[in-house]
């Protein structure tokens, strides 16, 4: 059931990790055993709250059963992550009768002023425990949320699979995308709301605009201006390999204009993968890695007037010899001159992560790309990389293994940052996580920026279970291993 909770904010405490560690457990499972913690989201609101919301499996009855029954929680902080909730307030509120028994998974979070909004793939409807897309919301802040979930995939009786919502949230309005079987391959939906969570309208709107249900359509990204403006970014095999794909809405996702093909040349002449997108007023940036010169190469594509018009042809990101290295996994960020593009990349051995600035959606690029791992090049795995930007200050993170000096997996989670837009970056890269390099695993880092203040969010192995991780730095600090006391 939900807490309806008014509480007063206290430091979260880690127990004995705390003797050993400026990282903070927010899970509120110090000490716990047996339970797993995972797939960390966060978002910091203009009013100074800030929440993480991640998927664990305490509530599963068999923990030994290797089935990880899982439930979604949130965490909150309303004085910018100085201090949180000792206890994390769960959100799935699955019917008694299977209680303990379904999954609820993969959530995603989104906030603006004091209102929050979770979704999340969920298996309470039916008997082939099919997912269904579920979302909870709080207008106080994250005090306290409903006693019922919302089901925004109108698929009560759990006949098909929804997956992989994404959600962005601006003024009184929210806008939930996924992509859903209801008619055969996978198509694109979205439900919103312009009333703070009052109304979700009528049905789920579709997205793409082939044939329903006669094409694998998948993975959708979005974002919104403000003003009624919503872009939706997916990948699309209607023309045999993988395009992508975007539709422009005007109307707040009530409908959408036809879709538009990004990735140029040819329809379907390669697979083209996991776009990404980031909107700056009316400049809207969307990012792949795709196969059309043999190995994968990083494309953007952009648009001038909010979504409605794109280049011809995408402008390529990575500037190695195009097809021969793999460039994968890229993210972008809206930056206030233009848009921030890092990716992973094998082009000197192991992987390592690049940035490219552009301040016009890739018709011009400020110099060549800058290595933001400052390891030895190639010389460890580099993977999993994200961008932040908030005024003149980006942020890039990733994880790496450049002490797993036994290579049994362990890595570490690592930033650069620069002050003045992406231009200039330090010599040294900076390590987040303040346990032992190399002793664990540190993954699905999350991070938020407020003018010098950076805050990283991670699941983390050093106790044995994953627990939920946060660390707060000024810009050029980072973790520092502090031996337990003897």
Known sequence: ????????????????????????????????????????????????????????????????????????????????????????????????????????????????????????????????????????YSTNGGREFLQEDIMLDADESGAAMSLSPQIFAVGDAAYVTWFDQVNGAYDIFMRSTVDRGDHWGEAPVRVDGDEAGTAYSANPRLVADGGGGVVVTWEDRRNGNSDIFAAFSGDNGRSFMGDIRLDGGEPGEANSFLPQIAQNGSSVYVVWHDERNGASDVFMNSSGDGGQNWQVEPFRVD??????????????????????????????????????????GGGDWAGEEVRMDTDAGGSAQSFDPTVISAGDKVVVGWREFRDDSEAVGNNDIYYNYSKDGGETWPNNDTIINSSIPGITYATDLSLQLEKEKLSAFWADGRSGWSRIYVAQYKLGDGGVYVPPKE
């Open 1 to 136: 059931m939900h807490l309806w909770l008014f509480w007063t904010m206290v430091a979260c405490t880690g127990g004995a990790e705390e003797e050993r560690t400026i990282d903070r457990i927010v899970d509120g499972l110090a000490g716990k055993k047996d339970i797993e913690s995972a797939v960390p989201r966060s978002c910091k609101s203009d009013t100074g709250q800030m929440y993480v919301v991640w998927q664990d499996d305490r509530n599963d009855p068999n923990h030994d059963d290797k089935k990880h029954i899982n439930s979604v929680f949130i965490n909150s902080s309303s004085d910018g992550g100085v201090t949180w909730l000792p206890s994390p307030i769960q959100l799935n509120n699955p019917p008694p009768g299977v209680e303990g028994t379904v999954s609820a998974t993969n959530p995603a979070v989104a906030c603006a002023g004091d209102m929050v909004y979770v979704v999340w793939e969920d298996e309470r409807d039916g008997d082939l425990k099919y997912k269904n897309i579920y979302l909870d």
């Open 319 to 360: 500037s190695d010899s195009e097809g021969v290295n793999n460039s994968l996994n890229p993210r972008v960020a809206a930056t206030s001159g233009g848009a921030a593009v890092v990716w992973q990349d094998n082009r000197l051995g192991g992987n390592d992560i690049y940035f490219r600035l552009t301040p016009n």
